[in-house]
């Protein structure tokens, strides 16, 4: 046991959200199998993806080699707590700087285990964003902001998808598949 004395820092630091170590953060993110790209008509088969020569039918080798004509996303809700809080001050000059860049870092466990996590930096800026769908990944401490967030950007997904749909004349659709994408549940 050593007889050095404790040491203690404070980290003073300006935001309109208040944010600590350990707390819950809701980020609105593509989910990781939540996208689905569509491709336009192939020329070869006209799109029934088979081929039959001499009797014989087989998958075409040219579908999906078309050019895509839109991808849609699926957003969800994830949950991450904060881990690491980063102040950094500007060093434009010798006296103290009022300028000061902070920098949140917040981990989600994705399975079990120590190295089985998945981290991510947010600035103070992209929390809680007054216009979410003007951000890429917005992050929000209140979960139900977060869940309605990811419900507007779903909805503007389904909207460019029936413009594409109007504007080139093909039926295009959300794939059931996405329904069964669920957000993170709220923290205890």
Known sequence: MSNKPNQTLTIHYQNDVPLNLDDVVYIVENASNGSATFYQKCRVCGGTHSLTVNDVTFACPCCRNEEAAITVHKYVVRRYRVFKVEVEKGIDTWKPSSYQTVRFYAYQKTDRGHWCTYTRQLSYDEINPAEPLHRSNP???????????????????????????????????????FADIENDKKSN
């Open 139 to 177: 992050a929000f401490t209140d979960y139900a902001l977060a869940v309605a967030a990811a419900n507007a950007y779903n909805e503007r997904e389904r909207a460019r998808l029936a413009d594409y749909n109007e504007l080139h004349g093909t039926q295009y659709e959300i794939p059931a598949e």
